[in-house]
């Protein structure tokens, strides 16, 4: 089966294109002659994708992760006379 299309084609035979995708094989999509797209499956995509992260999990994923730790001192905090 065809796994490149043109523009313009693929939008013509766009049913054809999406079944191939779902059956497991990646559909690559061209415009003037450079690939520019390309259709797979939404369990293929959910695999490379990863599961969802949340915010935390996404900043400690990044370059600057040693910069996210929260360091204490060993200080005590000071005495605050809450009687007036």
Partial sequence: MKTHWQVQ???QRFS???RAAEAG????VTKYGTEVAVLIDITEYRRLRGAPAGLME????GPYTDDLEV????D???EIDLAG
Avoid at 25 to 28: A, S, Y
Avoid at 71 to 74: A, I, L, Q
């Fill in 71 to 74: 360091r204490r001192g060993s």
């Fill in 16 to 18: 054809e294109v999406l």
């Fill in 58 to 61: 996404y900043l400690r994923a």
């Fill in 76 to 78: 005590r905090p000071r």
């Fill in 25 to 28: 094989e990646p559909q690559i």
């Fill in 9 to 11: 084609e693929a939008k």
